[in-house]
């Protein structure tokens, strides 16, 4: 116990995982939290202060899938192992060291990691007290070994926290917004510059902080906590890095956590990744292929130059589909090249690992033959940058991998049998040795059995006497006599015995065997290293990723109705029928597939650059609102969108406002959220921005709702100048058509058949006549007894506003007059809006009604009140009472 005392006061916030065997234990508090989290038996051993020790295990062969859990579950798990071998005679436990800390962010192991995500760990601080808003950021996949470094501002850092998706923040918990509290890792010490600078060039054994690039403090100061922690995570060891990346913000398009959340990128709003823009563009047949297109995809450029090259490598691929067909085959069968290597690095090699290296070198020359056939078609610059990643980088390796790995190989190097026959010398000469001596040990166990007149002994290995003579025990009491043979064990039902040939045969075999064992892991160790010193593996794993997205790309264009943008410096905007491509995925999936998509075109050009819709709800605004934001941000992550033709003027930061939520958790209404997001669009948009919104002003009284939505429409028009969609319930705004020369009117198709309301999903030029709300009421429930008193009020309320006068200098006014919310206590009576008679009528229908007490009815009688009032109702709707009233 003192030595698990001191371990975990080497990690107090981590579980500790204790090895004692084929376990790992937990003691204490630990096991109470263990037992609860993994539903796992709790028991007692040996006591503490005259306390029993709560305790709790777990067997080391399965050990992944409880840490899986309890990662999951928030949980660090310290894992302490033995690092010493018994010797004889040792008094005392083994030494146990702490070998690895594993926390959300720093995990290398397949079973525990999303292939086909990156796993970050993020470090922010800001070490400046004076300006608490000047931040450093520095993130890593340590599974990768991806590290890049950025300097933000306070008012930055919810974009960058949303668009990393960070599995754990190192951080003063301070200065992260509280949404993400859960996955913070306190750090609240951090380095002054010179020690951080110290830190980050002996990380990367370069003498001065320039060789790496030209970073701020607080890149460098970020940059060393994170590496600080990764380093203790790993035992002291640091994995390999990637050279730091400098992340700019420049040529980036600008994403806020609203808009990231209200379009479903990566992960829908339910959390699931089913439904997303990602998942609806993914064809990739790589893990490492998957992750680059989904930061791709997250990731949407400003740079014209880098979409344009995109689109011209996989406008090519598309155009060759028969070898492209080839490369994705070769790629189909390319292991995850970039988490090998970090498992690698972590120190934690398999041998499959070092195989999934060698695979990935033969996959990258065959690509390159076949890349190498295509040569005079005219190849793209990105494809030909692909091709000369690949060419011939990493030969030696390739060679040296293939000579040294066995074709079968086992699951972990103690079980040996990992390095080739032929490659090493003396391994072989050990192996022989070993073997032989088996051999011997078979031709001693016949030359014995007929020497002692036993048929049946037997010479086997023991765990722990080695090889002994095992007869059973009446034959043991004869070859007790006899010399030259010593007794080694007796039990009830059997004898074993050695001899001096025997003992000589064992001592050489376990000298053979160990003398092989130690080769064959000092030869593995030396080509993972091998594998460490060669950069090219990088820069290939990095190639075979781009190909495979690429590839991915063309794929989409083989659907047919997907089109490459033409991109522009401009202000552009036009999109000939473009589609939601997860609606249209839906769609198609669902049972009523036979409903198809309704494409719709939308232009902004500079002239009209403003779109006002408006519309029923149901009739597919947000989707019309949402699929022209996708296809933006598919355009500039250089995708093909869904559209017939497209040209886009670069958009330097998207604001989507679909569909608001309550942010209870907060503490902000929704009101309080959609007023906060409409403030963040008029803070920083710009001519070249593009701005979606969906009912601005929907959630407060219906004059400060349209007073809100009619400002920040004139804003967006005339003074931020933005390309705009504005999609609103308040038909008063129609009246700014007139004010406003470049903003035009757009709304929904509907049509009206036989009393029922029919969405046509179709954008078409003008105003909404109607709203419709009455019949999407009835399309979803509403009862009919609510429905009809709301259609009276509906009716009175528009008889009222029509009387209305209202000042006529008001533009805000012209045409809206809204009544305020009817008085509870005078409820407008049905004389106001029912002809002459019918209420009468009416009220006589409700006394016989009242009359009437079913419980007290004879099937008879019943039947002949049903006549009555039926005759009743049928008078009444002689009386010419229309639909509306
Ligand atoms: P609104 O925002 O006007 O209330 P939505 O955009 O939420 O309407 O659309 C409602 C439903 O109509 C969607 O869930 C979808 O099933 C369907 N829909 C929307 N747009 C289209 C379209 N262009 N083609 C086919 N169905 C559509």
């Not at 004076?130 to 008012?155: F, P, Q, V």
């Not at 301070?174 to 980050?200: D, F």
């Not at 026959?421 to 022989?432: I, T």
């Amino acid at each position: 116990m003192e030595q698990w005392f001191s371990l975990k006061n080497q990690e107090p916030d981590a579980l500790l995982f204790f090895r004692m065997g084929d376990f790992y234990e937990l003691f204490f508090g630990d096991a109470q939290a263990a037992a609860l989290a993994l539903d796992i038996t709790l028991t007692h051993r040996g006591t503490h202060d005259e306390e029993p020790i709560p305790m709790c295990g777990v067997p080391v062969g399965t050990a992944q899938i409880y840490l899986s859990r309890l990662i999951r579950r928030g949980f660090r798990v310290a894992v302490a192992e033995q690092t010493e071998l018994p010797r004889k005679g040792q008094k005392g436990p083994l030494r146990r060291e702490i070998v690895r800390v594993v926390t959300p962010g720093t995990l290398t192991e397949d079973e525990l990691l999303d292939a086909g995500r990156a796993n970050t760990l993020l470090a922010i601080v800001a070490p400046d007290k004076r300006h608490k808003d000047r931040l450093g950021a520095a993130w890593i996949d340590i599974s990768t070994g991806t590290l890049e470094l950025l300097r933000l501002g306070a008012d930055t850092l919810a974009e960058l926290l949303a668009r990393l998706a960070p599995s754990e923040i190192l951080s003063d918990p301070t200065l992260i917004p509280t949404e993400h509290a859960g996955i913070i890792t306190p750090s609240t010490a951090h380095p002054n510059r010179e020690v951080a600078e110290r830190t980050v060039t002996e990380a990367y054994q370069v003498a001065q902080m320039d060789a790496l690039g030209d970073f701020s403090d607080e890149q460098i100061v970020a940059c060393a906590v994170l590496l600080d922690y990764v380093r203790r995570s790993q035992a002291g060891k640091l994995p390999r890095l990637a050279p730091p990346i400098d992340h700019g913000l420049d040529s980036i398009m600008g994403l806020d956590p609203a808009t990231r959340s209200s379009l479903d990128i990566l992960q829908s709003r339910d959390g699931g990744s089913k439904h997303t823009l990602f998942s609806s563009v993914n064809q990739t047949a790589t893990a490492a292929g998957t992750r680059l297109l989904a930061h791709w995809v997250s990731t949407p450029s400003t740079d014209l130059a880098l979409i344009t090259g995109r689109q011209d490598g996989w406008h090519w691929l598309h155009h060759q589909p028969k070898p492209t067909g080839v490369l994705r085959d070769i790629l189909k069968h390319a292991p995850d090249s970039a988490r090998a290597l970090g498992r690698i690095s972590s120190g934690r090699p398999l041998p499959r690992d070092l195989a999934a290296i060698r695979d990935t070198l033969r996959a990258a020359n065959k690509i390159t033959e076949t890349l190498g056939t295509l040569a005079e078609t005219g190849m793209p610059e990105r494809i030909r940058h692909i091709g000369a990643s690949l060419y011939g980088r990493a030969d030696a390796l390739l060679e040296r991998l293939e000579a040294a790995l066995n074709t079968e190989l086992p699951v972990k190097i103690e079980d040996g049998g990992v390095i080739a026959p032929g490659f090493d010398v003396e391994l072989d000469r050990q192996r022989d040795l070993r073997d032989n001596s088996r051999r011997l040990i078979a031709q001693l166990q016949v030359r014995l059995a007929e020497d002692y007149g036993i048929s049946n002994l037997r010479i086997r290995h023991h765990n722990q006497l080695g090889y002994v003579i095992e007869v059973p025990a009446a034959a043991g009491r004869k070859l007790r006599q006899h010399e030259g043979l010593s007794l080694r064990q007796g039990t009830a039902s059997l004898a074993r015995f050695s001899n001096e040939e025997l003992t000589s045969l064992n001592q050489a075999i376990l000298e053979a065997s160990e003398k092989a064992d130690q080769l064959e892991r000092h030869l593995f160790a030396d080509l993972a290293q091998h594998c460490l010193n060669t950069p090219a593996l990088d820069d290939i794993g990095l190639a075979l990723a781009e190909l495979d997205a690429l590839i991915s790309c063309a794929r989409i264009m083989d659907r047919g109705t997907w089109c490459r943008p033409t991109m522009t410096n401009g202000q552009d905007f036009n999109l000939q029928a473009c589609r939601h491509p997860v609606v249209e995925a839906a769609l198609h999936e669902s049972a009523a597939h036979d409903t198809a998509f309704i494409a719709n075109d939308c232009a902004l050009p500079p002239e009209k650059h403003a779109i006002l819709l408006t519309g029923p709800n149901m009739a597919g605004k947000s989707t019309f609102l949402r699929q022209n934001a996708l296809a933006v941000i598919l355009a500039q992550a250089g995708l093909p969108i869904p559209a017939k033709t497209a040209t886009i003027g670069i958009v330097d930061r998207l604001f989507s406002r679909v569909g608001a939520a309550d942010d209870l958790a907060r503490g902000r209404s929704t009101f309080m959220v959609e007023m906060t997001e409409t403030a963040a669009i008029l803070n920083q948009a710009g001519p070249r921005s593009l701005v979606v919104v969906d009912e601005i002003g929907r959630g407060t009284s219906t004059l400060d709702g349209l007073s809100i939505a009619w400002a920040t429409l004139e804003a967006l028009h005339s003074q931020l100048r933005c390309r705009t969609i504005f999609a609103t319930h308040f038909h008063e705004l129609g009246a700014l058509l007139k004010t406003l020369p470049r903003l035009a009117a757009c709304t929904m198709a509907v049509k009206e058949w036989k009393g029922h309301v029919v969405f046509q999903h179709e954008v078409r030029p003008g105003l909404a006549q109607k709203s419709w709300g009455l019949h999407v009421a009835q399309l979803a429930g509403i009862p009919a007894s609510v429905l009809y008193r709301a259609r009276n009020l509906l009716t009175r309320l528009e008889n009222e506003r029509g009387q209305s006068n209202q000042p006529a200098n008001l533009p805000l006014f012209e045409q809206a007059a809204i009544e305020p919310p009817i008085p509870q206590n005078d409820p407008p009576s049905a004389s106001n809006c029912l002809p002459d008679g019918t209420l009468s009528a009416l009220q006589a229908l409700h006394k016989e009604l009242e009359a009437l007490d079913p419980d007290s009815l004879s099937p008879r009688e019943a039947h002949s009140a049903l006549y009555q009032l039926k005759s009743m109702i049928d008078g009444l709707a002689k009386m010419d009472v229309t639909d509306e009233k």
